[in-house]
C-alpha cells in the first residue's frame, strides 16, 4: 500500500511509482469516483477512454468525437 498526505490546501502528492504506472503527467486530469463507500481516482487518460470505446453502441463516434475535441482543445 502506498500513501500520501492530504495538504493544508486539500492537495495530495501522488507518489512517483503510482504515476509511472498510470501514465500521470503534468496536466493529466482526475476524476474523483465515490463507489460504495470508497473514493477511486481516476486519470482521464487515452487509455480511460478507449477502454469505454464501444460501450454505448456508438460503433466508435463518441471516441473519435472525443478525439476530435481534444485536439481542438490543444490547437487553442
Given at each position: 500500500?502506498?500513501?500520501s498526505v492530504v495538504t493544508v490546501k486539500g492537495q495530495i502528492v501522488v507518489p512517483a511509482n503510482i504515476r509511472r504506472k498510470f501514465g500521470i503527467k503534468k496536466g493529466t486530469k482526475i476524476a474523483f469516483i465515490e463507489q460504495e463507500g470508497k473514493l477511486i481516482i481516476q486519470p482521464l487518460n487515452k487509455s480511460y477512454f478507449e477502454s469505454l470505446?464501444?460501450?454505448l453502441g456508438t460503433e466508435g463516434k463518441?471516441?473519435?468525437s472525443l478525439q476530435a475535441d481534444k485536439k481542438k482543445e490543444r490547437e487553442l
Amino acid at each position: 500500500m502506498v500513501t500520501s498526505v492530504v495538504t493544508v490546501k486539500g492537495q495530495i502528492v501522488v507518489p512517483a511509482n503510482i504515476r509511472r504506472k498510470f501514465g500521470i503527467k503534468k496536466g493529466t486530469k482526475i476524476a474523483f469516483i465515490e463507489q460504495e463507500g470508497k473514493l477511486i481516482i481516476q486519470p482521464l487518460n487515452k487509455s480511460y477512454f478507449e477502454s469505454l470505446a464501444g460501450i454505448l453502441g456508438t460503433e466508435g463516434k463518441m471516441m473519435k468525437s472525443l478525439q476530435a475535441d481534444k485536439k481542438k482543445e490543444r490547437e487553442l
